[in-house]
């Protein structure tokens, strides 16, 4: 008989992984909707977005690179770059991508190397069903890879408002 909560213990194992303001961000490379490799290390000299959405062309997931879309102008000259990932494979990335024209690049991170290194997979609920998955986060970079924000609690229609 056990009376530990298994689920609690996953949300604090997920929260404790979560990349935390200061850390150094490894390098890490995956490819892209087109099937570039991008690398981390690419960006450094630049201050990068990377935002984590749970699967690309849904409502909310939807709403939050749309949002950055229209705003992408006003955070390319505040000197952001932007990176998306999901877990989606490429061909969902390019036909998201495609169908929304997004300036910007979307990791297709199907093996969860990068969701992992930023420690955003953890338990999720949605209509009272427990999983795991992509917790929506987005991490903003500063030019020597360090950490700079975490938002966690992401506004999907105002994504933006909340970077800058």
Known sequence: FCLFDFSLF???????????????????SSVDQYGNKITFSDFFGKKLV????????????????CNLRDNYEELKNAGFSLLGVSADSIKHQLNFSNKFDFPFSLLADED????????????????????????????????KGIVDRVIDKVTTKDHASQIL
């Open 10 to 28: 996953s949300y604090l194992k997920f929260r404790l992984d979560m990349l935390k303001v200061g850390d150094k961000v490894r390098n890490f």
């Open 50 to 65: 990377v935002f984590f959405y749970p699967r690309a062309n849904t409502p909310g997931c939807t709403a939050q690179a």
């Open 112 to 143: 969860r190397s990068v969701i992992n290194l930023f420690g955003v997979w953890g338990p999720k609920k949605f209509q009272g069903r427990e999983y795991e998955g992509i917790n929506r986060a987005t991490f903003i970079i500063d030019e």
